[in-house]
């Protein structure tokens, strides 16, 4: 049995993201589980997902980090709450800042496992630090901070 | 009339890219040109890219800063190099670094302009300065730390 992805509780309005909303029939569809105190996610990315030939589009790492990023940002906020996730308001959150360092080149044909862990929880704000590994190698590194989304945002 | 592009330039080896390959039909083809100083490029998000209602993804941002900021890289090593750029071999830049602040929402529906100045060219690495606009509004910014290509990728 796979549990739930933290994505799968977004209220419909928000599942249209192109990274990680499961409504979103073009996008990536990220899906983000806990793993103990760390939230994992895998995606297998498309062969036209490419850099150059035989390595994976920076921009899609980028992609992942930060929406894997948030994603544990919210799932973060419930449980530092005591709050199951259906109830109440919900948390979103969007990206403040992002930050990516590309360790080495990341190969084609394997699926990517993103690995992430809360730096810091305070108030509106949660600062994620995201691993991206490719067959057990770590290949790309990154922050995200979160800030909850918005009113303007969440009105629109 | 306008002018070519630097993506134009690329070999069809390197045109394959998600975000700037000519030869990539299912991604952005970012194409990027001097104005001044500057390197400009526009791009108008689809309507899946979309993060909730109204506003652009993020990870489709981050794509357009380090694909323009590479780009820009390239071009503006052949500039200092004073060589034209379909002489000798390629230069081709990948992404040590991307580093985005998300300064607000980014609406949807209006073509975003990419800005990007060269704040240091040393050796083999290049950092750009990267802004992104929506209706005259700087909606994100961003600084990308390029590297001439490793031997080991253009092997691939």
């Known amino acids: 049995m796979t549990p739930d ?4 509780y977004y209220p419909d309005d928000y599942a249209q993201c192109y990274g990680c909303g499961r409504l979103n029939p073009h996008g990536l569809q990220i899906r983000s ?18 850099a150059v030939p ?8 980028a992609s992942l980090i ?7 940002a919210a799932a973060a906020a419930y449980r530092a709450a005591g709050r199951a996730r259906r109830a109440g308001a919900p948390f979103r959150f969007v990206t403040a800042a992002l930050h990516v360092d590309y360790l ?16 810091e929880l305070k108030g509106r704000k949660v600062v994620v630090g995201v691993e991206l590994s490719a067959g057990g190698e770590v290949c790309a590194r990154g922050e ?12 629109a």
């Open 144 to 155: 995200v901070v979160a800030v909850q989304m918005p009113d303007r945002m969440m009105s």
């Open 5 to 8: 992805a933290f994505q799968d």
């Open 66 to 72: 930060d929406c894997h990023g948030t994603g544990t």
């Open 54 to 61: 035989g390595f994976v589009y920076g921009g899609l790492i």
């Open 104 to 119: 080495r080149p990341t190969p084609m044909g394997t699926p990517l496992t993103l690995r992430a862990h809360v730096k």
């Open 33 to 50: 589980r806990w793993d103990g105190e760390h939230a994992v996610a895998t995606f297998e990315p498309r062969p036209y997902h490419t």
